[in-house]
């Protein structure tokens, strides 16, 4: 039921109100007070309700903070040391939604998901009538708020006046986005910053829905670009020149900037680059590894007492922040490594690009594991040193690749770095036709 980040599926297909009331009903019976938000999406009102009802059922009172970025529902919940449940499915098109467990700002372990499965299949449970729970509202946007600006060297920025255009997609960070950067002293241009249910872009902020964002940075002559997912726990970095800063270059310079400032350890995923292992080097740190997903990186921070953790899709866990990716608390880092450092394009320039491909093969939720197995039969001939801890793995002399099966959607996705494009291509050619033999 549980995937990489919570429960999610398509709306009244995999998600119903029957399953959100379940999951509240089970959630409610392991606290007594249960904080929930949700993101933009249509159906987000009726499965947060849904939630809510279950929890009040099993005798929880509920708060209901309405439309809000998944970190301030981190927040909320870490300030009330109490659990929390976030009515979101990030990135996913809108027809999809989901429910994101936390418990005083942390994602709910694996051990607790697995907990909720059973109290879900075992079915709803109530208290007496004069037991059941109340729902209350709190506002919580304002605290985060000054919350993140107490962060980051605010008066740099406010003397630098930077010019930023914020692209929230019409989703979770539409309305808070806008009013934090003004706060920060920044001049902002607003693109996609209503709040609805069917967004103007897709959710996913990748090249392609990012367009239209490029190219306002570059008529406007801002200083930055800042894009976040439906709930805004990542945020996309567009340089003075209205060009994506890329994922890895993105990840590489807040790394170079965080360890500038303290030196310590860096978490990051099985995705991560040669170019990041060549920075955590360079500036004489220890990188660690994780699974995909931010609830290890996440934990893997705060039991390493690490500097930072990230991934590459521009999900970042500050070590002085909340213990779950926070989007706009990246989106100021990125203010004031502009303020501090100069142009972004220049900064992506010192870190050094490898030739890289990332793809997506169709494969449904119930083939992964099969498809899996396959793929490792079909890629043994590929030598290198080899790790199953999150898919395959497989790191060689003048590169790697990693096969796993996506946490979050029907797919299976395939990175592979080289450090020449011929050797990619090569590499890549035979990784596509394991998978693809797989998942036929």
Request: aromatic letters at 6%; a positive charge; glycine letters at 10%.
């Amino acid at each position: 039921m549980f995937g990489t980040s919570g429960v999610r599926g398509i709306v009244n297909e995999e998600v119903s109100c029957a399953l959100a009331m379940k999951i509240g009903n089970a959630a409610g019976a392991m606290g007594k007070k249960i904080i929930v938000g949700r993101d933009c999406r249509t159906s987000g009102q009726m499965l947060a309700f849904s939630f809510m009802a279950g929890a009040m059922h099993a005798g929880a009172d509920v708060i209901d903070i309405g439309i809000v970025p998944t970190p301030a529902l981190s927040f909320a919940c870490m300030k009330e040391k109490c659990i929390g449940a976030m009515v979101t499915a990030s990135h996913n098109p809108p027809e999809y939604n989901g429910i994101k467990l936390f418990f005083e700002g942390r994602e709910f372990p694996r051990e607790w998901e697995k907990g909720i499965e059973g109290k879900v299949k075992a079915g709803i449970a109530g208290v007496e009538w004069n037991k059941a729970g109340q729902a209350g509202k709190m506002e919580v946007l304002s605290t985060y708020s000054k919350f993140l600006l107490s962060k980051v060297a605010v008066d740099g920025i406010r003397e630098r006046k930077p010019k930023v255009v914020v692209d929230c997609g019409n989703a979770a960070a539409s309305g808070f986005m806008p009013k934090l950067l003004r706060d920060a002293g920044c001049e902002v241009v607003e693109l996609f910053c209503e709040p609805s249910g069917m967004p103007g872009r897709g959710l996913e902020p990748n090249e392609e829905n990012l367009k239209e964002l490029c190219k306002i940075v570059k008529e406007k002559k801002a200083d930055i670009g800042i894009a976040h997912d439906g709930d805004a726990d990542r945020a996309i970095i567009v340089d003075e020149n209205g060009k994506l800063l890329g994922l890895d270059a993105q990840l590489g310079v807040i790394v170079k900037y965080m360890l500038e400032k303290k030196k310590g350890k860096i978490i990051s995923t099985v995705e991560s680059s040669l170019s990041l292992r060549e920075i955590v080097q360079q500036n004489g740190s220890t990188l660690e590894i994780t699974p995909v997903g931010s609830l290890h990186v996440a934990q893997l921070v705060g039991e390493k007492n690490a500097v930072f953790g990230g991934e590459p899709c521009g999900e970042y866990v500050f070590s002085d922040g909340l213990p779950c990716p926070d989007g706009p608390l990246a989106a100021l880092y990125f203010l004031q490594i502009l303020c501090e450092k100069g142009k972004l394009s220049a900064l992506a320039a010192q870190v050094k690009s490898y030739p890289i491909a990332r793809k997506k093969f169709a494969c449904e939720n119930k083939e992964k594991a099969r498809a899996l197995e396959k793929i490792k039969a079909g890629l043994h001939k590929i030598s290198g040193k080899k790790s199953g801890m999150d898919g395959l793995r497989i790191d060689f002399e003048d590169g790697w690749l990693l096969v796993r099966p996506s946490g979050t959607e029907p797919i299976m996705r395939l990175t592979c770095e080289c450090k020449t494009q011929k050797r990619l291509e090569e590499v890549c050619k035979a990784a596509q036709d394991a998978i693809e033999k797989a998942v036929a």
